[in-house]
């Protein structure tokens, strides 16, 4: 993997991750540049190094902000974050599926007063969403996973610990899985 290719895992100034979903990761570039602004601290390095006419550096693969970010206490809503907080997964039919395939579906249909809210939306597949149209549940042959609720920061920080991004370096792992059960 070419240096372009060599992000930094962005930890707050506790070591915790700024966010597991999406994986807080700086490309190498605003990762040095931290560095040199004294905004951040080099925990671990890649094996790979970058010149200038006067330095060599090696790429940072973990680093830590000096000061502490307070998380925010109250998520924001969005698409996606309905979808991390049902944990992609289709609250009538149950099934997991990708961002892509998923919609997100009014409780109490807009057409007759919904509103978009944490408590009024749910993660839906597309058939599901069909199936149910515009009305109330009780008219249809479909039951809730679960009562939706406004999730707080930390649940779906949690919730985003059960999906690992595609490409962890090794250097990465015990920072964003220290408290997990460790294997004999």
């Known amino acids: 993997m070419g240096a372009l290719g060599n992000p930094a895992l962005v930890l707050n ?3 915790q991750p700024l966010s597991y979903y999406p ?3 700086w490309s190498w ?3 040095i540049k931290a560095v040199f602004l004294e905004r951040v601290a080099i925990i671990e390095n890649y094996d790979k190094e970058v010149h200038s006419p006067t330095l060599t550096i090696k ?3 973990v680093i830590a902000l000096r000061n502490y970010i307070a998380p925010r206490r109250s998520p924001a809503f969005t698409r996606f974050n309905v979808f991390l907080r049902d944990n992609f997964t289709c609250q009538y039919c149950h099934g997991d599926f990708l961002v892509n395939e998923l919609t997100f579906d009014h409780l109490i249909p807009k057409c007759i007063g919904g509103k978009t809210t944490w408590a009024n939306v749910v993660s839906a597949c597309t058939s599901c969403n069909v199936k149910k149209g515009r009305r109330l549940l009780k008219y249809v042959n479909l039951h ?3 009562t939706p609720l406004k999730p707080t920061s930390e649940q779906l920080q949690q919730n985003g610990r ?3 991004p595609n490409y962890l370096h090794e250097t990465w792992r015990d920072y ?5 059960e460790l294997e004999n």
């Open 13 to 15: 100034a506790d070591f």
């Open 23 to 25: 994986l807080s990761l």
């Open 29 to 31: 570039q605003n990762a």
């Open 59 to 61: 790429l940072p693969s």
């Open 144 to 146: 809730l996973e679960k």
């Open 162 to 164: 059960n999906f690992p």
């Open 176 to 180: 964003l899985y220290w408290d997990t």
